[in-house]
């Protein structure tokens, strides 16, 4: 199975990098990947809680908005390999079946923890979670071949892992640039969890 990174998008507001630098001075971003970043367009949409302009802890209303999309793309993403590992949790076959399907239970075990941790901050930032039809999932977010080897499946779920990962950085690193310290911590603490799931998974590998 192949996951397709996001392609690059324009700022929210559709200004570009330039002009951003003079309208948001508080973004004090070191590089330009990373306000490419805060400012790409998010398919969530999320919405504010009617009550969420009590939230003032410090970080501007865009920020908190811009903030709350990414993490809502990094909750749905994490929402999809729990699946994922659930479905190699039932299906895997191999004669380290049991060491595997122990894994994979304690692992997404872990995955429905740090899910609601995502979601509860998108509230705390004065944001709902978002759904589409009623659920943060895309359709095609959680395809696994039932008919895939052992090694195929873990190798699927530690690519998937690194994919996280990888968006956990970068969000990480934007939200630090803004100033949110409780973002960066969280997704720092998740980037620590997928680069240990990734190593479990491919030392259960047979070859």
Known sequence: MTITDAAPAKGNDGR??????????????????????????SATNVTKIDNAKGVKTGLTDQNRKQISEKLSEILEDSYSLLIKTQIVHWNVRSSAFLSIH??????????????????????ALGYHVPSKNGTVLSPK???????????????????????????????????????????????????????????????????
């Open 102 to 123: 122990t894994l994979t239970e304690q692992q997404y075990q872990a995955l429905f923890a740090a899910i609601d941790e995502l979601a509860e901050r998108i509230l």
């Open 16 to 41: 570009n990098l330039a002009e951003a630098d003079a309208f948001y001075p508080h973004i004090q971003t070191s590089n330009k990947k990373h306000r490419e970043i805060v400012m790409k367009a």
């Open 141 to 207: 977010g959680f395809k696994v071949d039932p008919s895939a080897s052992a090694d195929e499946m873990l190798e699927l779920l530690a690519s998937t892992h690194e994919e996280c990962a990888r968006k956990a950085r970068e969000v990480a690193e934007a939200a630090e640039d803004m100033h949110d310290l409780v973002t960066h911590d969280m997704l720092t603490e998740r980037i620590g969890a997928h680069e240990k799931a990734i190593w479990m998974l491919r030392a259960h590998k047979s070859s």
